[in-house]
């Protein structure tokens, strides 16, 4: 087995010897032990929804992770945006989608399922059915949690298993110049950067700075990249720019690309890179070239226009057109960067192409 | 900043006052460079978990910080809003009555004084108080007894109604105010106060190195869940005052220290050591003190004890043994020092104590003998025993001046240590012969003491009778003829022989005789040398003894 690395603050674990925990019902971790008489089936049926420590439980910043998390090739992915970007709402639009056992997904060959199911119940329960069941504006996420927020298993057509670790952490943390806790961005094999649109460049507001969190994220990971010059961030970045139905009149481009999205195409990446063109040629135009640092200095990189809600809340809901429009299309070119699929379906139409 | 209480206020921005977009510092009081500091501090404790206000109470760089937080809708977006007072003089238990504060979500700008807020936060914690006194006596003793198995530790409670009342009531109980957080999301982070308080059971793949502190149903430690109900029941009924005598230095730290402090703060399992508890104890819970163990700890306690505390103790329906232990300290105390009349006065309306009890504790001061011996109404036989053993311990001179001094007020105990007095007075020395002398052989004090003349006149024979042989030489029978004291007179007649003594007593006997009716003393009675004084009989007894020693001996 290779090296196993927490997700969340990077140690090194000896997985082998980590015992296995259980949850309790007031949510702590107990001790999991087999009975001398149990059987192997019943044993092994109670480790399924077990977990191993990355370190002696007896010390502190002690974090679970699911028992058969190191039996699969682990995927960190994280969400870097500013505050009120729609880091959260995106994410939640996406693992809704992602989660929704759509068969169009099969077709990619794509097997999802929960990793960790008390934390993906928990995440249904706190982001996917508000805003999806409820058409609730989500909360703003506390800027005091580091953890990831929840854990998938996919497993793709070549019948490869992946660890998928999704970490949505407040703007505000994102932000610090200096937060330690904060280590994810160490190991992370994919970023999502969410462009806030409504903090772009305006004519009235022609310099609106730039995006703290992208700043922040590229400098940390500066020290992932080889030491040569020009040498590029070894993570696979897809630049979102969501709330994409607020700029959908201002540019021709982006209602275009809304208009196009529908289940069928998402599923089809050979448009990123067409889509990747024009979001590039948008932020251009838009003088938010600061915002698209990601895509220049990330080995991969995509650009997108998304919408998790299909329009703004009002009085804390969605109403009237509420829909998840290209949510899906970002998180599954990451897929296809991070080789959970294969990175071929990134490339477009041949006659395209040519 | 002492006496400085200063603001901040906490809310979603896009350009908080440092700069930043998001949840930030909107307004304040602190000066920049302090705001930059607190906000590192404070920044992961402003996000609320729900609508109703929930209270954080830090401490960093020993400054106090009370944060109330709120779940807000303001711009559409769920978010939160918080407000933070920050001084040096707030402690855990001002942090606990200041979340009653009624400007809360005001204006931040300020700095107010702490003097303004201090009836603020008594008249919270009053009204706290009372809520956690209501608190279910069960399951708040469950609490205190999970609470004292890890007392060092940090904790958790999940569902908690009123976490505000349960802080205070666990802290007033172990004896401390805890650092406290009333109503989190997570109890993973670091920083997070001693206890904090969880809505619901959270899931995070960050464990927490917490415990979870839930009212067990089966007790861990019998000893500590026997101490819980006792303390809680105490606490219950009395508050503050029920469990005073559970307080001590610094809170117990750990389960060892735990134990030894329940232990030690008990009588038996079950019953705190609080003298002033007993009169509200059970029958049964009384019958199971009156063991050995149990009564020398209430003996301990009684002592310790002020003797406000130790009169009120006491009650009639007290078994006697458990009585008896507070009687006996309160003698003690009586009859150690003087200066509580009013415990003595208590101890007297139980009757007289055992003369052996008295015996036990005596007095070293035979004047608080006397008076203690006195006011106890001790029997007549015993006392006067008593008295009387103790004052032969007394120079013969204290006792001629005890007598003379007390025979008025404690004619009871003046006769006992005349008695003691005649029986000492073979080994006067002449300095004792001059006090008694000098007191007229202390005429006066036996008439006092005595119900008739005849009755005076034995016992003052037998006090001169006792004396040295040499000791009432015809001088100073003639000196002590010379007070005219009929008593005395009829004493010294029995008992002086020298012809020129007796000369000088019946001469002093007719002089009397002559004043009680009224007649002039015949001219042949008055001595030839003294004519040109009329008045040279009643020089006074003092001069007789000033004159020359005669070395008149009485004719065998």
């Known amino acids: 087995m290779s090296e196993v690395l927490c997700p969340i603050c990077q140690r090194q674990i000896n997985w082998t010897a980590a015992p296995p925990y259980r949850v309790g019902t007031d949510g702590s971790y107990e001790l999991l032990v087999r009975d001398p008489l149990e059987s192997e089936a019943s044993w092994r049926d109670r480790l399924v929804t077990a977990y191993r420590p990355c370190r002696d439980v007896t010390e502190s910043g002690v974090h679970m992770l699911p028992y058969d998390y190191a039996d699969y090739t682990p995927v960190s992915i994280g969400m870097v945006g500013r505050t009120k970007a729609g880091k959260t709402h995106l994410l939640a639009a996406m693992i809704y989608r992602l989660c929704s056992n759509d068969p169009l997904l099969g077709r990619l060959g794509l097997q999802v399922g929960p990793l960790d199911l008390a934390i993906h119940q928990q995440y249904v329960a706190e982001n996917i059915a508000p805003l999806i069941g409820r058409r609730k504006e989500l909360g703003g996420t506390p800027a005091d949690q580091i953890a990831f927020c929840d854990a998938l298993k996919v497993t793709n057509a070549a019948n490869r298993s992946f660890a998928l670790t999704f970490f949505d952490l ?22 999502l950067f969410i462009v806030d649109p409504e903090a772009l460049p305006k004519p009235a507001r022609p310099y609106s700075g730039n995006d703290e969190t992208f700043e922040a994220a590229l400098h940390r990971l500066g020290a992932r990249r080889p030491p040569i010059s020009g040498a590029l961030h070894p993570v696979a970045a897809a630049v979102v720019v969501a709330k994409a139905d607020l700029i959908r009149f201002d540019d021709r481009l982006v209602s275009d690309w809304l208009a196009v999205g529908s289940a069928e195409e998402e599923v089809d990446l050979s448009t990123v890179e067409r889509e990747s063109e024009d979001v590039y040629a948008y932020l251009t135009q838009r003088g938010a070239a600061a915002w698209l640092r990601p895509a220049q200095q990330c080995y991969y990189s995509t650009l997108h226009f998304a919408s998790a809600t299909n329009g703004p809340a009002t009085d804390g809901a969605f109403h009237g057109a509420f829909r998840q429009c290209r949510v899906l299309k970002p998180l599954l070119a990451v897929f296809a960067m991070t080789g959970i699929l294969d990175e071929g379906m990134l490339q477009p139409p041949r006659e395209e192409a040519g | 900043m002492t006496e400085e209480v200063h603001q901040i206020r906490y809310a979603w921005s896009e350009s908080s006052l440092l700069g ?37 109470f830090i401490v960093r760089d020993d400054v106090g910080a009370l944060l109330r937080k ?3 809708t303001a711009d559409g977006r769920p978010g939160s809003d918080a407000h933070v007072l920050l001084c040096e003089q707030m402690t855990a238990q001002d942090a606990l009555g200041l979340t009653a504060w009624d400007d809360w ?74 650092t406290f957080a009333s109503d989190e999301s997570d109890d993973t982070r670091s920083g997070l106060p001693t206890v904090v308080f969880l809505r619901k059971a959270s899931f995070s793949p960050t464990m927490a190195t917490r415990r979870r502190l839930k009212p067990a149903a089966e ?18 009924a009395d508050g503050l ?55 020398a700890r209430i003996q301990s306690a009684a002592a310790a004890v002020s003797s406000y505390d130790l009169m009120h103790s006491v009650d009639p329906g007290l078994p006697p043994a458990i009585k008896q232990v507070f009687l006996e ?40 003998l006397a008076h203690v011996t006195q006011v106890l109404l001790l029997s007549s036989g015993d006392r006067r025993a008593l008295l009387e053993r103790e004052a032969r311990n007394l120079p013969v001179a204290a006792m001629v001046q005890w007598i003379d001094g007390h025979a008025a007020t404690d004619p009871e105990g003046t006769l006992a240590v005349y008695s003691a007095l005649c029986d000492q007075a073979p080994r006067a020395s002449q300095e004792d012969l001059g006090a008694l002398f000098a007191r007229s052989a202390l005429v006066a004090a036996v008439r006092t003491i005595s119900e008739s003349p005849e009755r005076a006149s034995i016992l003052l024979v037998t006090l001169l009778r006792a004396l040295p042989g040499t000791a009432l030489s015809p ?39 002559y004043r009680d009716h009224h007649l002039h003393e015949p001219a042949t009675l008055l001595p030839e040398d003294e004519s040109a004084d009329p008045k040279a009989w009643r020089l006074p007894l003092p001069s007789a003894f000033r004159r020359q020693p005669s070395h008149h001996r009485k004719p065998s």
């Open chain 2, 475 to 513: 001088d100073v029978a003639e000196g002590l003829a010379g007070q005219a004291d009929p008593v005395l007179l009829h004493a010294l007649d029995t008992l002086v022989t020298s012809p020129p003594a007796r000369e000088a007593i019946h001469r002093q006997v007719r002089l009397a005789y």
């Open chain 2, 219 to 236: 007790p861990g430690d019998p000893g500590l869940s026997c101490f819980a109900g006792a303390a809680v029941d105490a606490y219950i």
């Open chain 2, 105 to 178: 979500g005001g204006p931040a700008g300020e700095v107010l004084p702490w003097s303004a807020l201090q009836p603020l936060r008594d008249r919270g914690l009053e009204v706290l108080r009372a809520r956690a006194r209501a608190q279910p006596a069960d399951r708040l003793a469950a609490f205190f007894a999970a609470l004292l198995c890890a007392p060092g530790d940090p904790y958790t409670v999940i569902g908690e109604p009123d976490p505000l009342a349960l802080t205070c009531a666990l802290g007033d109980l172990i004896g401390q105010i805890p």
């Open chain 2, 329 to 368: 300290e309160a003698l003690k105390r009586a009859c150690l020092a003087p200066g509580d009349p009013a415990l003595l006065q208590w101890l007297a309306s139980f009757g007289s104590p055992p003369p052996e009890i008295i015996d036990k504790y005596l007095p070293a001061d035979f004047d608080h």
């Open chain 2, 20 to 56: 930043a977009r998001g949840m930030g510092p909107v307004e304040s009081s602190l000066p920049e460079e302090y705001l930059l500091t607190w906000d590192r501090h404070l920044r992961d404790h402003v996000w609320a978990a729900a609508p109703e206000p929930g209270f954080i």
């Open chain 2, 70 to 72: 709120v779940a807000t």
């Open chain 2, 241 to 295: 005052a029920g469990i005073a005598v559970l307080r001590r230095g610094h809170a117990p730290g750990s389960l060892a220290e735990a134990r030894q402090w329940a232990n030690a703060m008990q009588f038996a399992p079950g019953v705190i050591a609080d003298p002033a508890r007993l009169p509200k104890l059970s029958e049964a819970t009384l019958d199971g003190l009156t063991g050995p163990d149990a009564l």
């Open chain 1, 170 to 191: 407040a703007g505000e943390r994102l932000g610090r110049p200096n937060d330690d806790e904060v280590r994810f961005y160490a190991s992370a094999k994919a970023l």
